[in-house]
Nanobody, 121 residues
Framework: VQLQASGGGLVQAGGSLRLSCAAS????????MGWFRQVPGKEREFLSA????????YYEDSVEGRFTISRVTAENTVYLQINNLKPEDTAVYYC???????????????WGQGTLVTVSS
């Protein structure tokens, strides 16, 4: 499967973005789709995940309330809505598919190419 992430860009602090991640193949109900981000020199950071079959969502504490994950199962697409962007949100954002829920990026086998989000102050 290929995951195509998009929606990143340059935005002013306080603005919003919606990131998309489209899978080239069907995502099964047993899968979990996650969003992570990474800045140079740091480990990939868990942001949010959704169980494909049930829609149950998970968030990193630091982003809950500003980030919203959603999915459109018929389109095999997962979204990440980011509101009230802050300069510290600047990073490359990745989507990933896993076989079970985890906050550890090493448990996700398939990754998108990443989309850059830059937040100016």
């Amino acid at each position: 499967v290929q995951l195509q992430a998009s929606g990143g860009g340059l935005v002013q602090a306080g603005g919003s973005l919606r990131l998309s991640c489209a899978a080239s193949e069907r995502i099964f109900s047993s899968h979990v789709m996650g969003w992570f981000r990474q800045v140079p020199g740091k480990e990939r950071e868990f942001l949010s995940a959704v169980r494909w079959g049930t829609g149950k969502t998970y968030y990193e504490d630091s982003v809950e309330g500003r980030f919203t994950i959603s999915r459109v199962t018929a389109e095999n697409t997962v979204y990440l809505q980011i509101n009230n962007l802050k300069p510290e949100d600047t990073a490359v954002y990745y989507c990933a598919r896993g076989n079970s829920y985890s906050r550890d990026h090493r448990d996700y086998a398939r990754w998108g190419q990443g989309t850059l989000v830059t937040v100016s102050s």
